[in-house]
């Protein structure tokens, strides 16, 4: 009689135990993917049409996100206590490279296809405008910008006026890569 309550209690766990993950499952989801990779962003501008007084203001926009699952675990998401959301452990490669680049010379020493870095402002949301190109942590700056926290920012006109494309192109430690092109700027 003692074994059969034992098999009974064994078995009620087991079910009880199965009930519980199958409702943990169906609010939280399954699988758990903490980190993302960027697949595509979008370059969003105010003016396509700048005087020469202007200053082109590019807003970086994240549109397409692959979502992946953690490289090791020894515990699956079925044992988890948080419901956190896709991604919310940052990219799972570190980005290695920022690159601004233009399809027209944007001046004498800078031709068209060449790094234009040191001509772009970063300025952040709280108002901090800082050279690209001279940050301290450039690493950082990296991280941050490929995440949309920042706008880019000109800090000259270019040396003669035309229409221009933008190319920012992003790099990850897997060597994916990540373009976006600007709208046509047209500087009179």
């Known amino acids: 009689m003692l074994r059969l309550t034992t098999i009974f209690k064994g078995i009620s766990i087991i079910l009880f135990s199965f009930a519980g993950m199958t409702f943990y499952e169906s609010c939280c989801g399954i699988p758990d993917f903490p980190y993302y990779e960027i697949e595509g962003m979008e370059a969003s501008v105010r003016n396509t049409t700048l005087a020469a007084q202007d200053t082109l203001k590019i807003q970086l926009v994240n549109q397409r996100f692959k979502y992946l699952a953690n490289s090791h675990s020894i515990f699956t998401s079925a044992f988890a206590w948080t419901c956190d959301s896709d991604g919310y452990m940052g990219p ?40 690209l190109s001279s940050y301290a942590n450039q690493d950082s700056v990296i991280q941050k910008v490929a995440h949309g926290y920042f706008q880019l920012e000109t800090t000259r006109k270019p040396g003669s006026n035309g229409d221009f494309e933008f190319l920012i192109q992003f790099t990850n430690s897997k060597n994916n890569r990540v373009t976006v092109k600007t709208p046509l700027i047209n500087w009179n």
């Open 92 to 131: 799972k490669y570190k980005y290695t490279e920022l690159k601004i680049t233009s399809d027209q010379a944007f001046d004498d020493a800078h031709p068209a296809g060449a790094n234009l870095n040191e001509l772009f402002y970063i300025t952040s949301e709280y108002k901090e405008r800082l050279l």
